[in-house]
T-cell receptor, first 114, second 112 residues
Framework: EAQVTQNPRYLITVTGKKLTVTCSQN?????MSWYRQDPGLGLRQIYY???????DKGDVPEGYKVSRKEKRNFPLILESPSPNQTSLYFC?????????????FGPGTRLTVL | RKEVEQDPGPFNVPEGATVAFNCTYS??????FFWYRQDCRKEPKLLMS???SGNEDGRFTAQLNRASQYISLLIRDSKLSDSATYLC?????????????FGKGTHLIIQP
C-alpha cells in the first residue's frame, strides 16, 4: 500500500528535550515536506526537500532541523523543543520533484511540549 | 492581501443541496491549484486538481479564474459524508522548488 508514515503519532515531552519525528514514504517520491497545523493559522510549511541531500527552509523553519540522507526518509528534529512548538505536524511527499505537484500526507504527529 | 484566502465558514447546508465556495490567491506566478479535504484531526487528502478549463469529478466541479485569481469548488447533491474542511491550495511559484501554500480552510457541515 502506497503511504506516508510518521512516528510517533502522539508525543508529550518537556522543554529542551531533543526529539525526532520520523517520516517515511514508499512511493519513491523525490519531494518531501514538513508542515505544522495550528488553530486559526492553517497549514504552514516548515522545511522541504527536493531530493536526497537537498533541503530548504519553508515559512516557519525556526527551531527545527531536517535531513534527507535517503530518498524515503525525511526526519524532523527539534533540538530544544519549546511550548510554542506544540502543534499537529504533517509530513508529505510528492512525485516528480515538482513542488507544485500533488502531495500525499502522513497521518500526523500530535506534539505537546510542556 | 493574504496569500490564499478562504471564508472559514462554517457553512451549514441541508443534505441534497448544492454548495459552492471560493478561494482567492495573491501570487500571480502560481501554476498549480488544488482542493484538499481534511476531516477532523486527520491528514489532508487531495480532492481534485484545478485547471483553467475547469474539471469535474462526479458531484464535484472545480474552476480556476486566472485573471481574477480565484478558484471555486461546487458540490452538487451534498451528502452527510461531505462534511469536512476544504482547503484551497496554490503553488508558490511556477512549478519550481517553492512548495505549496494552503488556505486556512472552509468548514462545511451537511445536515440531515
Amino acid at each position: 500500500e502506497a503511504q506516508v508514515t510518521q512516528n510517533p503519532r502522539y508525543l508529550i515531552t518537556v522543554t529542551g528535550k531533543k526529539l525526532t519525528v520520523t517520516c517515511s514514504q514508499n512511493m519513491n517520491h523525490e519531494y518531501m515536506s514538513w508542515y505544522r497545523q495550528d488553530p486559526g493559522l492553517g497549514l504552514r510549511q516548515i522545511y522541504y526537500s527536493m531530493n536526497v541531500e537537498v533541503t530548504d527552509k519553508g515559512d516557519v523553519p525556526e527551531g527545527y532541523k531536517v535531513s534527507r540522507k535517503e530518498k524515503r526518509n525525511f526526519p524532523l528534529i527539534l533540538e530544544s523543543p519549546s511550548p510554542n512548538q506544540t502543534s499537529l505536524y504533517f509530513c508529505a511527499s510528492g512525485r516528480g520533484g515538482l513542488a507544485g505537484d500533488t502531495q500525499y500526507f502522513g497521518p500526523g504527529t500530535r506534539l505537546t511540549v510542556l | 492581501r493574504k496569500e490564499v484566502e478562504q471564508d472559514p465558514g462554517p457553512f451549514n447546508v441541508p443534505e441534497g443541496a448544492t454548495v459552492a465556495f471560493n478561494c482567492t490567491y495573491s501570487n500571480s506566478a502560481s501554476q498549480s491549484f488544488f482542493w484538499y479535504r481534511q476531516d477532523c484531526r486527520k491528514e489532508p487528502k487531495l480532492l481534485m486538481s484545478v485547471y483553467s478549463s475547469g474539471n469535474e469529478d462526479g458531484r464535484f466541479t472545480a474552476q480556476l479564474n486566472r485573471a481574477s485569481q480565484y478558484i471555486s469548488l461546487l458540490i452538487r447533491d451534498s451528502k452527510l459524508s461531505d462534511s469536512a474542511t476544504y482547503l484551497c491550495v496554490v503553488s508558490k511559484g511556477g512549478g519550481g522548488a517553492d512548495g505549496l501554500t494552503f488556505g486556512k480552510g472552509t468548514h462545511l457541515i451537511i445536515q440531515p
